[in-house]
Each structure stands twice: as structure tokens, then as C-alpha cells.
């Protein structure tokens, strides 16, 4: 019988082939099957998807009838999202760099201001690729090796077609509103929440807020990796993830 497959998420603005440099192993056995998130990677975009649910029924038409979910930042609340609408087809989750609620509330201090999104939304309207390479910056900052990362963020979002600006737009606005933190305790997969230590945009303190919010979830927080420990950390974080699925798989 074969494992059920490993459905990947990237995060805003990138697109699929962000997951190229993942370690074999990592994905123990299981066929992968990369996803773009609508109106990204040439992607199916409909105007009327302006709604956290839209994006995770678009990446459930995608997707097989049941799998492993692993999602990246956006990627990532989407997938949590998926395994509200469909917890059939969602066997458990794998949630890199992502958090229930990205911008500060009064009860929420672990995340960014709500101004930094913002900023990038305002940016969209007038310089889109320019605003993409700010947001690929601040996602490496912090890392122990930033320059490097840089570049492999940059060659994944070159080698694919532009995001539909409108995509992008939706986007923040979901990063900026969701709030997912609630319905936590009712997601009952299996679920892996991944952090890096030196992250800007998801503090590695969220993890302590999900220790209490999810608390049948497994935690672990990644020292010296930022945003994107895929990539910073990627035999670190296989390890994690390949223990993870070999013990979902029992």
C-alpha cells in the first residue's frame, strides 16, 4: 500500500519550484505534488476568490482525494484552512514558517505589524516586481545565510510566470486579515508546526502561543534558520519532517 502523497504549498508571491531543493528524504517515499496558489505560476485566477476558503477550495480541486499537506508561510494558513473544509482529504499538516494570525493584535504580540503589510500593499499598486524583490529580502533576513538564500528565492520566482497582480493583492489582504487562531483545537490531523529562530516575519515566539492554542500539535522551532529553513536548513528540517510522516504513516 502505498503512502498517501505530499501536497506542497508555497508561500505569497512565489510559486512551485521553490520546493526543488528539497532532500529526497524528506518526503519519505511519498510522491510530491506541488501546487500553485491561485493566480500565482500560471495558476487558475477568478476574480470572485477574494476569501480564504476560495484559495483552499482552489487548491482541493488540485489536490488528490487524500494527502499530506505541507504549506509555507500563506501556503501554510491555507493549508490549516483545507483541513477545516476537507478533513477527510487532509491527512495531516506540515506547516513551515506560518502562523494562525500574522499581524499583531492587542492579544497577539508574536507577528508582524499590521503597517508592513501595508506598506507592501501600497507598493503593489506601483512597482509590483519591485515589491516582490523587498518582500524576497525581508523573508531572508535574519538567516545565517542570507545571501545565498536570496538567490535561490530569486531563481525560483524567475522561473515561472509573473503572479496576476489582483492574486498578489488578495493575498496580503489575507495575510493581513486571517485569524485562524480559534478554530486551532478543532483541527484534529496530525500536525507539525516548523520555526526558524531568527524568522522576521513569523517570530519563532508564535510557537510558544501554539504550544497552548494546538496543543495535540508537535512544535519545534529550527536555531539559526530564518523564513525559509527549507532552504537554510533543508537536512535539519528533513530529518523532522521525514520522523514526522514515519510516525503519522504507523
Do not use: Y
Request: aromatic share 6%; with cysteine.
Amino acid at each position: 500500500m502505498h503512502p498517501d502523497p505530499l501536497v506542497l504549498l508555497h508561500g505569497w508571491g512565489m510559486n512551485p519550484a521553490i520546493w526543488s531543493s528539497l532532500p529526497d528524504r524528506l518526503a519519505a517515499g511519498r510522491e510530491r505534488i506541488p501546487l500553485a496558489l491561485p493566480g500565482h505560476a500560471g495558476a487558475d485566477w477568478q476574480t470572485d476568490w477574494s476569501a480564504l476558503p476560495d484559495w483552499a477550495d482552489a487548491c482541493l480541486a488540485q489536490a488528490p482525494e487524500q494527502a499530506v499537506w505541507l504549506g509555507w508561510s500563506l501556503g501554510g494558513l491555507i493549508a490549516l484552512q483545507a483541513a477545516r473544509q476537507a478533513p477527510k482529504r487532509v491527512r495531516a499538516l506540515i506547516l513551515i514558517a506560518t502562523s494562525p494570525r500574522f499581524t499583531r493584535a492587542i492579544d497577539w504580540r508574536v507577528a508582524m505589524p499590521e503597517e508592513t503589510l501595508a506598506q507592501f500593499h501600497a507598493a503593489l499598486l506601483e512597482d509590483t516586481k519591485a515589491t516582490l524583490q523587498r518582500f524576497l529580502t525581508l523573508q531572508v533576513r535574519g538567516s545565517e545565510e542570507a545571501p545565498r538564500l536570496l538567490k535561490q528565492l530569486r531563481q525560483a520566482l524567475n522561473s515561472a510566470p509573473d503572479a496576476k497582480p489582483e492574486a498578489l493583492r488578495i493575498g496580503l489582504e489575507l495575510l493581513r486579515d486571517e485569524d485562524l487562531r480559534g478554530p486551532l483545537p478543532d483541527i484534529r490531523q496530525p500536525t507539525l508546526w516548523l520555526f526558524g529562530e531568527r524568522d522576521t516575519l513569523v517570530p519563532a515566539a508564535v510557537a510558544e502561543r501554539i504550544a497552548i492554542l494546538h496543543p495535540q500539535a508537535r512544535v519545534a522551532c529550527l536555531p539559526g534558520a530564518g523564513h525559509a529553513p527549507f532552504l537554510s536548513h533543508a537536512q535539519r528540517l528533513s530529518d523532522l519532517i521525514h520522523a514526522f510522516l514515519a510516525e503519522v504513516a504507523t
